[in-house]
């Protein structure tokens, strides 16, 4: 029997999304379309949200190998979108090396609009090989958070960065708009390659070149939504102690000066025992108008917990997107 339907003319793995105002002034969404192995949802508009938001899932909860996602993303003029995941996306094993896991973002954000994604990290198998590219055109006046972040694997299963290959790009590109499409300007391009065949060059197995941490990830902001946030975490970065610095005061002394800081400053004091604790390593600095911050930890709730607090500390997220916006942070 012939389908009453029309064939989809979407490849597998295909999936769009176009956020704009809604006519009551919300932020809302025009279209949602997605094929499998890509999962999108979108739960009902309310009139206290301050952004659209829409889940990226996969069906089974991870990518086999050989899986290829092809997400775009148009974020129209004053709208504002949050992405998040419902748990980590698990790439597993693929069955040799030639067969690549793929996940592949384009992003266009126009005039004064903003896209948020702040996902849940990506947790390879171990034997996985993936490959991650998200490539995000704005405007001048647009404005873009986004963190992505991986992890060693199953660490209750053993693995420890067990996967033979995790490369990831992010690009961002400022155009000129509809009016001068071939102006765009290419003003970032962070790509990092996780490679278990750079023994052959390094000496070291990538398992001992992660120095014990079972997460890295990388927070990319820019525009005049992300100002106030970009400049709390360069801020920051400069006030960390630096390399030979030590505090020579005694216990007792030292307890007695850190009572009367401040209530900033005894949050720093916070922080900076906190990461110690979960062994954080962090950097920040300012390139062609993006603030971009390199994190790792020993494990990925202790990474969770500090770009969870950070985050929160500053509140520029829950303000302009809403607490939902947050909710793979915390």
């Not at 999108?40 to 508009?45: A, E, T």
């Not at 995941?85 to 126009?110: C, E, F, M, W, Y």
């Not at 300007?185 to 990092?192: A, E, F, I, K, Y």
Request: net charge neutral; with cysteine; glycine share 10%.
């Amino acid at each position: 029997m012939q389908s009453p339907f029309p064939k989809s003319n979407s490849a597998s793995g295909e999936g769009r999304i176009v956020a704009k105002l809604l006519p009551n002034g919300l932020p809302g969404l025009e279209t949602v379309t997605y094929k499998y192995p890509l999962k999108l949802i979108s739960p009902s508009p309310t009139a206290e949200q301050k952004s659209a938001l829409v889940f990226l899932l996969s069906y089974g909860g991870g990518l086999v190998g050989g899986d290829s996602i092809q997400l775009a993303v148009e974020v129209s003029q004053n709208a504002r979108l949050s992405v998040v995941t419902q748990g980590h996306t698990k790439i597993l094993k693929s069955p040799s090396p030639d067969v690549i896991t793929r996940q592949n973002l384009s992003v266009r954000v126009a005039d004064d609009a903003g896209l948020c994604l702040l996902p849940d990290p990506v947790q390879p198998f171990a034997g996985s090989v993936y490959e991650q590219t998200q490539v995000f055109t704005v405007t001048a006046s647009a404005s873009l958070c986004l963190l992505d972040w991986v992890t060693q694997g199953r660490s209750a299963l053993g693995e420890d960065w067990s996967f033979v290959r995790w490369k990831g790009r992010n690009e961002v590109w400022l155009t000129g708009g509809e009016a001068a499409p071939a102006e765009d300007r290419l003003l970032l391009r962070d790509t990092v390659v996780l490679d278990e065949g750079s023994r052959d060059l390094t000496g070291k197995g990538l398992h001992a070149s992660m120095h014990g941490h079972g997460l890295f990830g990388t927070l990319i902001l820019r525009g005049k939504q992300m100002t106030r946030l970009g400049e709390f975490f360069l801020s920051e970065f400069s006030s960390l102690p630096r390399l030979g610095a030590r505090d020579f005061r005694s216990a007792e002394v030292r307890e007695k000066e850190d009572s009367n800081k401040s209530a900033e400053e005894q949050w720093r004091l916070s922080r900076l025992h906190a990461e110690k604790q979960h062994g954080i390593l962090w950097s920040a600095a300012s390139i062609r108008g993006c603030v971009v911050v390199k994190f790792g930890a020993k494990t990925v709730e202790g990474g969770r917990l500090w770009i969870g607090d950070m985050l929160s500390r500053e509140g520029s997220i829950s303000e302009l997107y809403g607490d939902q916006a947050m909710m793979c942070v915390r």
